[in-house]
T-cell receptor
Framework: NAGVMQNPRHLVRRRGQEARLRCSPMKGHSHVYWYRQLPEEGLKFMVYLQKENIIDESGMPKERFSAEFPKEGPSILRIQQVVRGDSAAYFC???????????FGQGTRLTVV | ELKVEQNPLFLSMQEGKNYTIYCNYSTTSDRLYWYRQDPGKSLESLFVLLSNGAVKQEGRLMASLDTKARLSTLHITAAVHDLSATYFCAVDMWKGGSEKLVFGKGTKLTVNP
């Protein structure tokens, strides 16, 4: 059973471009969480999704950020018109049910130049 | 709003010494995690603590949970260089049908020969 797969592992974008980060949960997991880690900081919750539904997006910036978890395919975190402050590591975690341990992917390290 | 505080944030210790990292949190929770993160890497789950008085040990690391005091500790026994990493505690938070992990800022541990 493969773990949580994130791609790309590293992503470089110029200011103003779009960044798309992908997360394929573990097999049988229908709950996906996205977290952001700024340099030298802990992880901060962004969004919690189940298949085709956003359960909680209270940690998402109001503008430029969106997330989806379609019926088929990976979960996508999309950042439009990136700025330097978006540079961070973005981690995805998945779990089979709520209130069970979620497992983290390797992360995508976004650098905005 | 749940707050999680770790201390110390930086810890430099010599091989063979013992030390404890503390994790305080502000509201009731059923689950607390300890993770290890190496530079540029993802999170490695070390311990999941589910109940008051829970104690778990793995090698030179031992974690405990006091839910009444809202305190968890990660004790390091006879440190070795390989334990150098950043350690995070994270508290599981349920609110309004949603679930998320709230992380401490991390303790950067350096074990010197």
């Amino acid at each position: 059973n493969a773990g949580v797969m994130q791609n790309p592992r590293h992503l470089v974008r110029r200011r103003g471009q779009e960044a798309r980060l992908r997360c394929s949960p573990m097999k049988g997991h229908s709950h996906v969480y996205w977290y952001r880690q700024l340099p030298e900081e802990g992880l901060k919750f962004m969004v919690y999704l189940q298949k085709e539904n956003i359960i909680d997006e209270s940690g998402m910036p109001k503008e430029r950020f969106s997330a989806e978890f379609p019926k088929e395919g990976p979960s996508i975190l999309r950042i439009q018109q990136v700025v330097r402050g978006d540079s961070a590591a973005y981690f995805c975690a998945s779990s089979p049910h709520p209130n069970t341990e979620a497992f983290f992917g390797q992360g995508t390290r976004l650098t905005v130049v | 709003e749940l707050k999680v505080e770790q201390n110390p944030l930086f810890l430099s210790m010599q091989e063979g010494k013992n030390y404890t990292i503390y994790c305080n949190y502000s509201t009731t929770s059923d689950r607390l995690y300890w993770y290890r993160q190496d530079p540029g890497k993802s999170l490695e789950s070390l311990f999941v603590l589910l109940s008051n008085g829970a104690v778990k040990q793995e090698g030179r690391l031992m974690a405990s949970l006091d839910t009444k005091a809202r305190l968890s500790t990660l004790h390091i026994t006879a440190a070795v260089h390989d334990l150098s990493a950043t350690y995070f505690c994270a508290v599981d938070m349920w609110k309004g049908g949603s679930e998320k992990l709230v992380f401490g800022k991390g303790t950067k541990l350096t074990v010197n020969p």
